[in-house]
């Protein structure tokens, strides 16, 4: 059975940090692209980072460049994504997305979701 199950949201001050992260089951985690989507109310889904299964390319969002690292451990079946300098703006459900396409089949699978909220 296929799990993604993230951790570490929860509330913090503008400017703060957080890490989440995203402990997958089921598959062989090695084989796939991980990514780290968010959906602030009211808006559409944003793709914040991006890695790749051997973790030679990491891609981000305009809006997280310089603040946000996302990082894997193929060991651990894990993958992170570390939050600097947050902003209110960052506020939203943040999902774990494990995908890969193999011979034309497109898999992708997805967590449940953490919240993170930025507040004073």
């Known amino acids: 059975q296929v799990q993604l199950v993230e951790s570490g949201g929860g509330l913090v001050q503008p400017g703060g940090s957080l890490r989440l992260s995203c402990a997958a089951s089921?598959?062989?985690?090695?084989?796939?692209?991980m990514n780290w989507y968010r959906r602030a109310p009211g808006k559409e889904r944003e793709l914040v980072a991006a890695?790749?299964?051997?973790?030679?390319?990491?891609n981000y969002a305009d809006s997280v460049k310089g603040r946000f690292t996302i990082s894997r451990d193929n060991a651990k079946n894990t993958v992170y994504l570390q939050m600097n300098s947050l902003k209110p703006e960052d506020t939203a459900v943040y999902y774990c997305?494990?995908?890969?396409?193999?011979?034309?089949?497109?898999?992708?699978?997805w967590g449940q979701g953490t919240q993170v909220t930025v507040s004073s």
């Open positions: 890695i790749t299964s051997a973790g030679v390319s990491i």
């Open positions: 089921g598959f062989t985690f090695s084989n796939y692209a």
């Open positions: 997305n494990a995908r890969r396409v193999r011979l034309g089949i497109k898999y992708d699978y």
